[in-house]
């Protein structure tokens, strides 16, 4: 009975320290400001993904031009990708980043006037997404690069899995608000209430009390910078095969989101409401993906966890796209939005660890790239794919894709174990390792 209590007492400290554990980032003043003003924001932004892509299906019922919209936003993030991440590395992140949401909510509001005053077309909505893409093009490479300098590399790995947590906890209520609201208002009013809420993220960034960062003075053009950034890549094993995969799967795997109106109107007979569901069940799986990985305090076992998220990924996806009945379609993107969060959260974990500061800015462009930026081609590609023989097919191609890369990854992942450990310890990151494992073996 008494070894029972103290069982139970244990167990309870234990769940304390892991609710803690989970937590640690938000103890940085810097970092609350940054996660309650972001969270505002991306519901709006999420509000404004939904919004648009029925819009789009709305006026044209095309999937090709479902396909190049989102060709149109995300194609800016692979093009000027590497100059984002070379200005992150150049200049002051902050100031990177007030600048890019104060630009997306200048183009957020656009949008919203030509559409509730009914004079909105399929080329303006296009054009307002390419916009929004090389904005984000430099906002994307800076707000990764600028988590290290709010909470420093002890607690860096957490708010990695945090940021995620409300990138998708966003992604559950923005797309089931702006189902309600497409519905009985409109999508304009979608497109308002995203612009209005930079405003939040925009306040804390200016609120934010950061050291003094010194500029690079590096004689180098910013050409070279660049051509640094990748050679680093080709040359680091560990982050080119991470790379590779997580691009892979945006390529093959992740235009399935851009279809997600084919599904809803034509599959599951629904509306802008069944739209919002279904990107709320995948955000469900991504927020409950992101909190399990802001448990963890160390990287070890990262490299597994990659693999086998990213073939669970393409097995659900599977099961989705076969799927005729409602509820079940929505039960299947639970785990895809799980698998597919932690495969992007390790992977953005893993190669932080391993990347020097005064590359990171440039290494996470090219993360930027593979994992935005292979999407529109993915996109573009699945819209015509989908036009010959059906959104259905088309999505179940891509997960037997990323089955396949799965596969290959975790047969090299022993090859690369040694460096990736090698290139973690030098940038002081904890392993989270057993101390007579760490001479022998890294699981990253």
């Known amino acids: ?72 936003g995300q194609f800016p993030v692979f093009m000027f990708g590497p100059l984002g991440g070379m200005t992150a590395d150049r200049w002051n992140r902050r100031k990177i980043v007030i600048t890019t949401q104060t630009a997306a909510l200048i183009l957020a509001f656009v949008l919203a006037i030509l559409t509730l005053l009914h004079r909105v077309t399929v080329s303006e909505v296009i054009l307002l997404a390419a916009l929004l893409g090389v904005v984000n093009a430099f906002d994307l490479p800076a707000r990764q690069a600028f988590l290290v300098e709010m909470v420093g ?118 509306n802008a409401r069944t739209l919002g569901v279904l990107g709320a069940a995948t955000g469900l799986g991504a927020v409950s993906g992101a909190l399990m990985l802001a448990s963890r305090r160390g990287v070890h076992g990262l490299g597994k966890w990659v693999a086998v998220a990213c073939g669970s990924f393409g097995a659900f996806l599977i099961l989705f796209a076969f799927s005729r009945w409602y509820l079940l379609s929505v039960l299947m993107l639970v785990p895809v939005g799980f698998s597919m969060m932690t495969q992007m959260t390790s992977s953005n974990t893993l190669i932080q660890a391993m990347v020097p500061d005064r590359l990171r800015g440039r290494i996470m462009a090219v993360y930027s790239m593979m994992f935005m930026g292979m999407a529109p081609f993915g996109a573009l590609l699945a819209g015509a794919v989908a036009d010959r023989i059906g959104a259905p097919r088309t999505v179940a191609i891509g997960g037997a894709l990323a089955m396949a890369g799965a596969i290959v990854f975790a047969r090299h992942l022993p090859k690369i174990r040694v460096e990736a450990r090698e290139l973690i310890v030098a940038q002081g990151i904890a392993l989270d390792e057993p101390p007579e494992q760490v001479p022998s073996r890294l699981e990253p």
């Not at 803690?20 to 938000?26: E, I, K, P, V, Y």
């Not at 969270?39 to 396909?67: C, D, E, F, K």
């Not at 795997?253 to 809803?264: I, K, S």
Request: hydrophobic fraction near 50%; include cysteine.
């Open 153 to 270: 590399r002890e607690d860096l790995m957490n708010a990695i899995a945090l940021n995620s947590s409300m990138f998708n906890g966003a992604r559950i209520i923005g797309p089931s608000l702006a189902g309600i609201l497409v519905a009985s208002i409109g999508e304009g009013w979608c497109f308002f209430a995203n612009g209005a809420s930079y405003i939040a993220v925009i306040i804390g960034l200016i609120l934010m009390r950061m050291p003094a960062r010194q500029p690079e003075h590096e004689m180098a053009s910013p050409l070279q910078r660049i051509a640094e950034g990748f050679r680093f890549v080709r040359q680091t094993a560990p982050i080119r095969a991470v790379l590779l995969l997580l691009g892979l799967v945006s390529l093959v795997g992740m235009p399935y989101t851009v279809l997600m109106p084919v599904f809803a109107a034509q599959i599951l007979h629904g």
């Open 1 to 72: 009975m008494g070894g029972t209590g103290t069982g139970g007492v244990s167990a309870g400290v234990e769940e304390r320290s892991r609710l803690r554990d989970m937590g640690r980032s938000l103890r940085h003043r810097n970092f609350q400001l940054f996660f309650s003003g972001q969270l505002i924001s991306l519901v709006g932004t999420w509000m404004q993904n939904i919004a648009q892509a029925w819009l789009v299906y709305r006026m044209t019922g095309s999937s090709l031009l479902l396909g190049l919209t989102g060709f149109a």
